[in-house]
């Protein structure tokens, strides 16, 4: 499965941006998907995720009631709109997709939970 991530740039604080990420190549065995972040000297995180079939989603703390996820799965694509931009969010995006669901639900904050990952994009927020 290759993922590619798209839609990072700079932003003002309060601002809005939008990341989508398109998976090609045993896209059939999709069974959630998430996005994650990096900020500078720091480590990777986890921001959101979505059950493929059923919808669910689930978020970080830092960014509910500002982020959203959804998906396309006729375009195999998962979206991460972000509003209310902080300088703090700044960081790389990546994606990352789960296709041999191996874990309960306490684990799909965790990295460990997913099997392919894309190349970030980064999200730029200018105080």
Do not use: H
Request: hydrophobic residues 35%; contains cysteine; aromatic residues 12%.
């Amino acid at each position: 499965v290759q993922l590619q991530a798209s839609g990072g740039g700079l932003v003002q604080a309060g601002g809005s941006l939008s990341l989508s990420c398109v998976a090609s190549g045993g896209t059939s065995r999709t069974y959630r998907m998430a996005w994650f972040r990096q900020a500078p000297g720091k480590e990777r995180e986890f921001v959101a995720t979505i059950a493929w079939n059923g919808g669910i989603t689930s978020y970080a703390d830092s960014v509910k009631g500002r982020f959203t996820i959804s998906r396309d799965k006729g375009k195999n694509t998962v979206f991460l709109r972000m509003d209310n931009l902080k300088p703090e969010d700044t960081a790389v995006y990546f994606c990352a997709v789960d296709v041999e669901p191996r874990f309960i639900s306490s684990y799909y904050s965790q990295e460990r939970a997913y099997d392919y990952w894309g190349q970030g994009t980064l999200v730029t927020v200018s105080s």
